[in-house]
């Protein structure tokens, strides 16, 4: 993803981390490949927390109504990547959108990392 791969909402996220000079890793398989039900992160970042935290872009397609039992598989996976000692912090792609209309980018990252 470096630069302008992924979706609208995973580059501006990725803006973001590079505005600040985070340390991070885009795409990585955490829990293993898929076929061991692992999952592909947007990002893993190192050093915004005590623990690295784990940025997954909820696009409003694929984690929507489109696809019901994703919301499972999603919970599923965020407690696992908990269980290994990460934070969650999913962000979903219409708050990007209202973050980014109302220059509160950095406080809704922020606040979703807190609520993780």
Do not use: N
Not at 22 to 36: F, H, I, K, V
Not at 100 to 114: C, K, P, S
């Amino acid at each position: 993803m470096q630069g302008v791969d992924g979706t609208l909402p995973e580059r501006i996220v990725w803006k973001w981390l590079e505005e600040r000079r985070l340390l991070y890793q885009p795409q990585t398989q955490e829990l293993g490949d898929r076929s061991a039900h692992g999952a592909t992160v947007d990002f893993k970042v190192f050093d915004l927390a005590a623990m690295p935290v784990v940025i997954r872009v909820q696009g409003e397609y694929w984690h929507g109504p489109a696809f019901p039992g994703r919301r499972a598989v999603d919970d599923e996976q965020a407690a696992r990547l908990r269980a290994e000692g990460l934070i969650v912090c999913d962000l979903q792609e219409q708050d990007i959108y209202a973050a980014v209309q109302a220059d509160r980018l950095t406080a809704y990252i922020m606040a979703e990392i807190g609520a993780s």
